[in-house]
Nanobody
Framework: QVQLVESGGGLVQAGGSLRLSCAAS????????MGWFRQAPGKERDFVAR????????VYADSVKGRFTISRDNAKNMVYLQMNSLKPDDSAVYHC???????????????WGQGTLVTVSS
């Protein structure tokens, strides 16, 4: 089983960019589907993006499509979320997650990082 640690969050102005990173421990990282989710205060945890084992397939939430890019480097046990054209509505705690199934449902991802806070000012 992997353990996940996110980094890269912070305060950015609307229209700006951030790159989130998720470092995974364990030898089996490449066997996991990796996802990014976000949770704003008082709201449910929402799907943002997911990426397949080798990185060839990706899926995005409609709200971030064309602005965010998920990628992974299996040699480094890393997954990334490049966020461009950020909006205040993107403000949330962002979590990376590892799972075995090609799904969007957060409950299907058994392993989570602690999250990193992204705040987008208007």
């Amino acid at each position: 089983q992997v353990q996940l640690v996110e980094s890269g969050g912070g305060l950015v102005q609307a229209g700006g960019s951030l790159r989130l990173s998720c470092a995974a421990s364990g030898r089996t990282f490449s066997s996991y589907i990796m996802g990014w989710f976000r949770q704003a205060p008082g709201k449910e945890r929402d799907f943002v993006a997911r990426i397949s084992w080798g990185g060839s397939s990706t899926v995005y939430a409609d709200s971030v499509k064309g602005r965010f890019t998920i990628s992974r480097d299996n040699a480094k046990n890393m997954v990334y979320l490049q966020m461009n054209s950020l909006k205040p509505d993107d403000s949330a705690v962002y979590h990376c997650a590892a799972g075995r199934d090609w799904v969007t449902n957060a409950e299907q991802y058994p392993t989570w990082g602690q999250g990193t806070l992204v705040t987008v000012s208007s």
